[in-house]
């Protein structure tokens, strides 16, 4: 029987992790302490059938990953100002309004600045390219210039090189879960901080998926164009997350690690490796998921048993 598969993601100086059934923030805060906050998963992606149907699937995943990592970051910046007078981290920083504002606007401004953006670039020039096939072309190389650029750009902010060390951190504990590892800094520290379902990596796998979608659309009118890349942005994300699914589960196939390589090196640029007592909070996040989840299953009577690598 397969391992439950678990995520995450690096938050301001802290992991969040999530699992099949709950997921948990684990932040340091100013006087060194980790604060851990947990959670049920409660949405459909992770209690409706339906919702488990592939390509849907992925949309849903990526959708309550997205509200998800929102509240992580809310969490973990409370934690920072804590300090300042904060007294319950657990409790937003933001109203609900304001949140779904701020995860709007964000969408907004990443379908503007790398699907709208590139069709807009294309469109100036695209009188020049007689190919339609070219002219998609075109506008992947130019889609992918902008996200590398991006994440090469804010790589060289301070913050972010810190989020871009517990990424790392979080990729080694996943890892180390995956391998059986026990989840302690000493060990942790062997795993890789690549890790084949990263979100970095799937950010590759849909400018690619995108390239042939868009391409069996031929060259539509720019206001048309424009549509297409907003509307079938859950289409592409559904494919995307199934093509990472299956390569993570077949990784051990050359052809597979082949075909990952690209974006996997890509992972360079938005990890770090991370030092121990960062690695510590990525399992303190690892291991509030594990008992959670156990906790849960004990008050419904289940003979299900935690993860072995939670009690290490």
């Known amino acids: 029987m397969s391992k439950p598969l678990y995520g995450?993601?690096?938050?301001?100086?802290?992991?969040?992790?999530?699992?099949?059934q709950g997921m948990a923030v684990a932040v340091r805060d100013a006087q060194g302490k980790i604060v851990v906050h947990h959670?049920?998963?409660t949405g459909s992606a992770s209690t409706r059938r339906w919702a488990k149907l592939p390509i849907l699937r992925g949309a849903?995943?990526?959708w309550e990953t997205l509200i998800l990592g929102l509240r992580a970051l809310m969490f973990s910046a409370n934690v920072a100002m804590a300090e300042d007078g904060?007294?319950?981290?657990?409790?937003?920083?933001?109203?609900?309004?304001?949140?779904?504002?701020?995860m709007i606007f964000a969408l907004g401004a990443a379908l503007a600045l790398f699907f709208v953006t590139p069709v807009l670039i294309v469109g100036a020039v695209d009188r020049f390219i007689g190919s339609p096939v070219v002219s998609n072309v075109v506008e992947k190389i130019i889609r992918l210039a902008l996200i590398l650029g991006y994440m090469i750009g804010i790589g060289f902010l301070p913050d972010i090189r810190r989020v871009f060390a517990y990424h790392g951190?979080?990729?080694?504990?996943?890892?180390?879960?995956?391998?059986?590892?026990?989840?302690?800094?000493r060990a942790v520290q062997q795993e890789s901080t690549v890790h084949p379902r990263c979100g970095t990596t799937f950010l590759i796998v849909v400018v690619v998926v995108s390239f042939v979608v868009f391409a069996a659309l031929g060259r539509p009118a720019l206001e048309l164009r424009?549509?297409?890349?907003?509307?079938?942005?859950?289409?592409i994300a559904g494919i995307a997350y199934e093509l990472i699914r299956f390569a993570?589960?077949?990784?051990?196939?050359?052809?597979v690690r082949?075909?990952?390589?690209?974006?996997?090196?890509?992972?360079?640029?938005?990890?770090?490796?991370?030092?121990?007592?960062?690695?510590?909070?990525a399992i303190a996040a690892m291991r509030a998921v594990f008992a959670d989840e156990a906790a849960r299953r004990a008050a419904l009577g289940s003979a299900a048993t935690v993860p072995a690598e939670a009690a290490r």
Request: proline residues 11%; charged residues 15%.
């Open 86 to 102: 904060v007294e319950d981290a657990s409790q937003p920083a933001m109203p609900g309004g304001m949140m779904w504002g701020s």
């Open 39 to 41: 959670e049920p998963l």
């Open 8 to 20: 995450g993601q690096a938050v301001l100086e802290g992991v969040m992790i999530r699992g099949p």
């Open 226 to 235: 424009i549509l297409s890349r907003i509307i079938l942005v859950p289409v």
């Open 60 to 62: 849903l995943v990526l």
């Open 169 to 185: 951190a979080e990729h080694k504990v996943v890892n180390a879960y995956e391998h059986g590892t026990p989840l302690v800094p």
């Open 248 to 255: 993570a589960a077949h990784y051990g196939h050359p052809l």
């Open 258 to 281: 082949l075909l990952l390589a690209p974006g996997l090196a890509v992972q360079a640029l938005t990890t770090r490796e991370p030092d121990d007592t960062q690695v510590e909070v």
